[in-house]
């Protein structure tokens, strides 16, 4: 069974201040995405990867950075929190990028910036 | 860019009753995908099915692709299904697209 591992499964910042949002997987899958979810917007694509210590931009990537270190962690960084991030964020992994793979979701982290 | 559009926003039904959920999108898809999102929790692939009718127990999924809707009937629904269903289009490659959900609520 594929498994994608979050952390922190929760978190509260404050507004300007530094967050990172971690992600592992041990799927041996090649590609990872983080996404956001809001009521009334449905999940949004904010960045994903496709090979270690490289990252593209998704949908909504203003405010946000990624790191690929390696094949199995992947990171969401926000470098100047602000309210409008506030937002439950999903972490997602699949073999390879095309519309055949399945993709496997993480229990998601809830932020709450004040 | 890719729309998804997912209806209705809400549903009720009693254990035992058939619930349909829509899906329509804005442009050709190269796949579709139906999610299930357990209440304050992740999503799960229930079924992927770019064009014409899959089963899976209790789920069937239709999708008319010229028509650009796809459709999720659960039969026999049970307590356990309650949840949110999400539709999602692969609009690039590596990209999904993803409807607002279904949120279904099953009462025994």
């Known amino acids: ?114 | 860019g890719q729309q998804v559009q997912q209806s209705p926003a809400s549903l009720v039904l009693q254990e035992g009753e058939n619930a349909e959920l829509q899906c329509n999108f804005s442009s050709t898809a190269t796949q579709l995908q139906w999610f299930y999102q357990s209440p304050g929790g992740s999503l799960v692939s229930l079924l992927s099915n770019p064009s014409g009718t899959k089963h899976t127990g209790r789920l069937t999924s239709t999708t008319v692709t010229k028509e650009r809707r796809s459709s999720l009937h659960i039969s026999s629904s049970q307590t356990t299904d309650s949840g949110t269903y999400l539709c999602a289009i692969h609009s690039g490659y590596n990209k999904l697209t993803f409807g607002k959900g279904t949120v279904l609520l099953v009462s025994p």
Request: aromatic content about 10%; hydrophobic content about 30%.
């Open chain 1, 1 to 114: 069974e594929a498994a994608v591992t979050q952390s922190p499964r929760s978190k509260v910042a404050v507004t300007g201040g530094k967050v990172t949002l971690s992600c592992h997987q041990t799927n041996n899958h090649d590609y990872m995405y983080w996404y956001r979810q809001d009521t009334g917007h449905g999940l949004r694509l904010i960045h994903y990867s496709y090979v270690a210590d490289s990252t593209e931009k998704g949908d909504i990537p203003d405010g946000y950075k990624a790191s690929r270190p390696s094949q199995e962690n992947f990171s969401l960084i926000l470098e100047l929190a602000s309210l409008s991030q506030t937002a439950v964020y999903f972490c997602a992994s699949s073999l390879t990028g095309g519309s055949q793979n399945t993709l496997y979701f993480g229990a998601g982290t809830r932020l709450s910036v004040l």
